[in-house]
């Protein structure tokens, strides 16, 4: 028996956990599992309570010690890569890059497994330009609850595969994943940096009106904790991977990321408060040039900075700490502002606050993207009266049209899953179709009402 | 299933007309909790003294099962009861007691064949019912209402004494069994509490309310205290105390 959490460090339960790739094992354990289900786990990245089981079995699914080494094939013609789901981006990318291709799709940290990236249907910096992560998977092999290994893509059993992107590995376990990667000419990345002196500014620079479209990977820091005019202040980063003159190098597709220091694990509960967060704020604002500046950065830099510190979750104590993000339409940045000024006012910081403009949604039920301002606040968890806090945001974003995102989430309400996605009952009988008995719990599930609980015990 | 912001869905008050257990639910139920369960002897009584607390949370799903604490033999069923009700406990607050303070056991001994029942052996059969549903949950966190009477057994009301002593060693042990399994215990230790078990009763030094003793178990319950004393500095006149030779101990005007 084991303790687990998410990322977050918060809500920890027990559960039996079983590591391994191998097929026939995975398919005994789901097989003897009690009552209370399975549920798979990669790297134990998403934030809050989707890999973890009370009670019951967590199949972990990871290959970073796998002696027989890394189960990934590419094409090098095609940038076709064949991957097992226990594979991490962080793998895949080492394998690739030197040959010229990159992951359609990277969130901020390349420690997830092809498995969860499916499952959560991860998006990055370049949804309104590649969409998310589900949209470039060819094909994928799922383990049923009974079983049986199925084959889905978007054009074999299109209902099942769009329930299994973004269905939080409730329909299924992913064995293996046909991706198609994107192709690039040097492993650097030409980034536009520039500084916007409040909200609106921020909204206007990142509007589809403007010129954001023509960039394939767009986001901007902002800065809650400024007041006043200076409200809602960011500093907006855009770019493309370089071409091997823009890239100045000898040897353009070298990639070598390195994890430099780990967080220690006595880090006290409230070092991250207002103070320390304004401070640094403050910093990083003026750090940024004043002035549109062009400059070349590495893929770990751009893509994975918060990569650089191994184990940065415990950078929040023991409390842990929970990461809010949720869209609302694109006309609705009033809603932003309401839900940036809510956190200000309560005093609540938060070190890590990034807003993204979104594409359009794709075929998955329980997709989170969708056209839209998405805003990602990191928020320590040991705060008074945060419930209550969080509660009347969630009514905001919800009552705008918007919705939470489920690998991330912490604490929102079954209904608020309900309003947020609208094609949730389809997904929930689809769901039911591919796991009759209700197999497949965890946590999340058990809290959202995923899974009818009266099925199986 | 519990939150990431330390909230509890499904919560269980037994013995749901105390006015401990009653203000330890103002503390716990906010966004988040879904389902409630009251507990009692009396399910009028129970219903009437939540009225504001089901007032102020509309959408919580509130549930009454009738019980008997001084009927140990029950609880099993009891526990069952309730988790048929809402599935999986994710806190249960032990709040039975019975004080009878001023009874005169000399004459009718008998009469503490109560007090045992539902202060110690129920809640000894309600311990390990709610545990052995917990440890297969894989989490899950109990709150009994110990009392510093436990502490050192005076005269007065050595009945009441010794059970709270009982059972405050039990919940410990049970909780080192627990170790690892993800459920917990926590004791709660208060001392003199004015409420309707107390009234007429003379008030006592560092004396507290319900409210006090609630606001320190909502601080309590999401971490991993073991223990804890309202108020505070309770615990430190108990080393001294519990520590007393016979001779001093038996001269101090409590």
New interface residues.
């Given amino acids: ?1 084991q ?1 687990l959490s ?1 990322w ?1 460090r ?6 039996d956990v079983i590591s391994t790739t191998d097929v026939d094992t995975i398919r005994s354990t789901v097989a003897h599992a ?1 009552n ?1 289900g399975v549920i798979a786990r990669g790297l134990g990245r998403s ?3 989707a890999a973890q ?4 079995t967590v199949v972990e699914l990871t290959s970073e010690h796998d002696p027989m080494g890394i189960d990934a094939v590419l094409d090098p013609t095609t940038g076709v890569l064949d991957v097992a789901s226990s594979v991490s981006l962080d793998s895949i990318l080492r394998l690739c890059v030197p040959r010229g291709w990159f992951v359609p799709v990277t969130p901020g940290t390349r420690f997830v497994t092809v498995g969860g990236a499916i499952a959560s249907d991860v998006h990055g910096k370049n949804h309104h330009f590649d969409g998310s992560f589900g949209q470039h998977v060819l094909s994928m092999t799922v383990m049923l609850a009974s079983g049986e290994i199925v084959s889905l893509s978007p054009s074999e059993n299109p209902v099942w595969f769009w329930a299994t992107v973004g269905g939080m590995g409730l329909t299924g376990i992913v064995l293996r994943a046909s991706i198609q990667m994107l192709q690039i000419e040097s492993s650097k990345v030409r980034v536009e940096t520039e500084r916007l002196a409040n909200f609106d500014a921020v909204c206007d620079a990142m509007s589809g009106d403007g010129d954001d479209d023509k960039y394939r990977y767009s986001v901007c820091w902002v800065d809650l904790l400024a007041t006043g005019s200076a409200m809602g202040r960011g500093v907006l980063t855009r770019g493309d991977h370089a071409t091997v003159a823009e890239s100045e190098s000898d040897d353009p597709l070298h990639y070598d990321p390195r994890l430099r220091v780990s967080a220690p694990g006595w880090m006290p509960n409230g070092l991250l408060n207002k103070w320390s967060i304004k401070a640094f704020n403050e910093t990083w604002y003026r750090k940024a040039p004043a002035k549109r500046h062009i400059g070349i950065e590495s893929i770990p830099a751009f893509f994975h900075p918060l990569d650089g510190v191994n184990k940065w979750n415990r950078l929040y104590g023991s409390q ?1 700490f ?1 990461q809010y993000q949720f869209i609302v339409p694109l006309d609705r940045t009033d809603v932003l502002r309401k839900v940036i000024e809510t956190f200000s006012a309560a005093g609540v910081a938060s070190f890590l606050a990034v807003l993204k403009r979104m594409g359009p949604q794709n075929l998955a039920p329980l997709s989170f993207p969708t056209e839209g301002w998405t805003l990602t606040l990191d928020i320590a ?2 705060i008074k009266g ?3 806090l ?2 009347s945001v969630d009514a905001m974003v919800l009552d705008a049209g918007g919705r939470h995102y489920l690998a991330k ?3 929102v ?2 209904s608020a899953v309900r309003r947020g996605y609208p094609r949730f009952e389809e997904w929930m009988s689809t769901r039911d179709a591919m796991d009759p008995d209700g197999i497949w719990r965890s ?1 999340l599930a ?2 959202l009402g995923l899974v009818d ?1 009266r099925r199986n015990s | ?7 509890a ?1 499904n919560v269980v008050l037994f013995g749901g007309t105390s006015e401990i257990g009653q203000a330890i639910l103002h503390k716990v139920v ?3 909790v ?1 389902r409630l369960v009251l507990v009692s002897r009396d399910i009028d009584a129970a219903n009437r003294v939540s009225q504001d607390l089901v007032g102020s949370h509309p959408d919580l799903d509130v549930h009454h099962v009738r019980y008997d604490a001084s009927d140990a033999a029950s609880m099993e069923h009891v526990v069952a009861e309730v988790a048929d009700a809402i ?2 406990i994710d806190i249960a607050i032990i709040a039975q007691g019975l004080l009878n303070e001023g009874q005169d056991y000399y004459n009718t001994p008998s009469h503490l064949v109560d007090v045992v029942n539902v202060n110690l052996t129920g809640a000894m059969v309600l311990l390990y019912s709610l545990s052995s549903r917990m ?5 899950g966190k109990i709150v009994l209402l110990s009392s510093v009477a436990g502490e050192r057994v005076r005269k007065g009301n050595p009945v009441y004494g010794a059970t709270k002593a009982g059972i405050d060693g039990f919940a410990l042990a049970l909780d080192h069994e627990l170790e ?3 459920a917990s215990i926590l004791v709660v230790r208060p001392g003199f509490v004015t409420t309707k078990m107390t009234t007429g009763m003379k008030k006592v030094p560092f004396s507290t309310d319900p409210e006090h003793v609630a606001q320190i178990v909502e601080k309590a319950i999401s971490s991993d205290k073991k223990i804890v004393w309202a108020p505070a500095p309770l615990h430190w006149m108990f080393l001294i105390l519990k520590n007393l030779p016979i001779a001093i101990w038996r001269r101090l005007p409590l």
């Fill in positions: 028996m303790r998410g977050g918060t809500a920890w339960t027990v559960a009690n209370r934030y809050g309570a089981n009370a009670g019951g842990g929970i968890a040991g945060l419930a209550e969080l509660a989430d912490s604490h309400s079954p946590d058990r809290r609980l | 299933m519990k939150n990431g912001v330390g909230v869905q906010k966004p988040g879904s599935g999986d440890r297969s949950q894989g989490y690892g399994s993800g």
